[in-house]
């Protein structure tokens, strides 16, 4: 079998390097390696969201991604939204509106939102809900999710 | 679940990559997109001792507008496909179909080489390379050659590529339009949710002249089978005539006929039966008025 393999990436602005194998998926290494533990693994294959990052700034899977692949890269995670003790206006939206109960998928949704605002601001309530399609919530509902996303309107 | 293990390869240069595919045959996969073969190592459906990664390989993604079509590289996101100002303007079908493609994020990292490598029955992109009439490029060690969209799909999950070879391009031959005749185009596809794969789809290609008389038709199905479809009888029933309510009916009704859906926990085979033949409708109904 092969050695480790080297690998380096930039995460919310913050240089990591690891040894890794090559099975490895990016949200592993991001949970069991870097410690980012705000990455939330639900299924673990692309259909639940929870998982959802962005890597070179578009928002992707990361159990589809293999750490290695991330190699170089440029990443977001939900850590890398708020400004120390600050929510981002995005959290404090989904905290006003009661956008979670469990919090397990909002991570994912959190990261989906933000690429949905950046690229296109102040979206209508029909492209919300196609927008957060790819995330499941199991306990909140969606009305309060895609309440706090329209009521941030950009990123 | 985790991926079983296996030795990762992540060649820059094509010669590289087809290389390694040469050498490991059916031990190889080829990792585009990773939306579909991550899934299945995920959970160990797939265990390919060696994975060959060709997203770092150079000259496999790109949009090219030439003289007789439109050249898409393999490794092309359906995210480009679907931002494309190129494609928007010389193939709205694609347009129009790339939408309903899983979801955003998977489409950012899915490919049109995936896709169609993959070949999934209910896959967009294969049904879309079907109905345009696309020539693939497969090129291996060995050397290059190009296989018709009609004769790529072999089965379910099952294409004409060898072991060794690698999808490297599409090309997509112009819809021209004369003076005379135009094409015109419908998209329909019916899932339970936004994203999910396609219970039922329907493509419908016509060329028209201006009395609505039809020189030319195609009408692929997909969803309904191993592989997308081409269904010639109805195909061969619009030709020749305008197509009105009563033609588009008759069409839509040999489409039914035609299919051969399978059951499974979405649909039943006789709810897919049925629902083609609306969805063919519906597409003819989109050509005409659109």
């Known amino acids: 079998m092969m050695p480790l393999i080297e690998i380096r990436m930039t995460v919310n602005g913050r240089e990591y390097g690891g040894r890794v194998e090559s099975r490895l998926t990016l949200a592993d290494f991001l949970r069991n390696e870097l410690n980012l533990t705000g990455t939330h693994l639900g299924c673990e294959h692309g259909v639940c969201g929870a998982c959802t990052i962005l890597v070179d700034g578009e928002a992707v899977r990361s159990c589809l991604l293999l750490a290695v692949q991330a190699d170089g890269a440029t990443l977001m995670t939900v850590e890398g939204l708020a400004d120390g003790d600050e929510l981002h206006p995005l959290q404090a939206a989904f905290q006003e509106n009661h956008a979670l109960q469990c919090g397990f998928c909002t991570p994912g949704f959190l990261m989906t939102a933000y690429a949905l605002l950046r690229d296109n601001p102040n979206p209508s309530e029909s492209e919300v809900r196609q927008g957060i399609g790819g995330n499941i919530c199991r306990c909140t509902g969606y009305a309060p999710i895609i309440r706090a996303i329209q009521q941030t309107g950009t990123v | ?163 060794d070879e690698l999808l490297t391009e599409v090309r997509l031959p112009w819809l021209d339009s004369d003076g005379e005749s135009q094409w015109r185009w419908g998209f329909r596809e019916v899932c339970r949710r936004d994203g999910d794969f396609a219970l039922v789809g329907a493509i419908a290609l016509l060329r028209l002249d201006g009395d609505n008389v039809c020189r030319e038709a195609r009408i692929a199905m997909f969803g309904v089978g191993d592989g997308p479809a081409r269904i010639p009888g109805a195909e061969a029933a619009l030709v020749g005539r305008a197509v009105d309510a009563d033609a588009r009916a008759e069409a839509a009704g040999l489409v039914s006929q035609a299919v051969d859906p399978g059951s499974d926990i979405h649909a039943s085979a006789e709810y897919r039966k049925e629902v083609s033949g609306v969805m063919a409708r519906r597409a003819l109904e989109d050509a005409v008025s659109g």
Do not use: W
């Open chain 2, 1 to 163: 679940m985790k991926p079983a293990k296996f030795d990762y390869y992540a060649p820059v240069a094509r010669d590289e990559a087809l290389g390694l595919l040469g050498q490991h045959g059916y031990d190889a996969k080829a990792l585009a997109g990773g939306q579909s073969l991550m899934p299945m190592m995920n959970l160990r459906l797939a265990r390919p001792a060696v994975v060959v990664d060709i997203n770092r390989v150079a000259g496999l993604s790109g949009i090219d507008s030439g003289e007789s079509g439109m050249t898409i590289g393999a490794m092309t996101r359906q995210r480009d496909l679907e931002r494309s100002a190129e494609v928007r303007e010389r193939f709205p079908l694609i347009a129009a179909a790339v939408p309903h493609i899983a979801h955003f994020q998977i489409r950012n990292r899915g490919t049109v080489g995936g896709s169609l490598a993959h070949s999934d029955p209910a896959a967009e992109i294969p049904a879309l390379c079907l109905a345009l009439d696309a020539e693939i490029t497969a090129a291996s060690s060995r050397g290059e050659r190009t296989i018709a969209a009609g004769d790529f799909s072999l089965g379910l999950l099952t294409t004409a590529l060898e072991p």
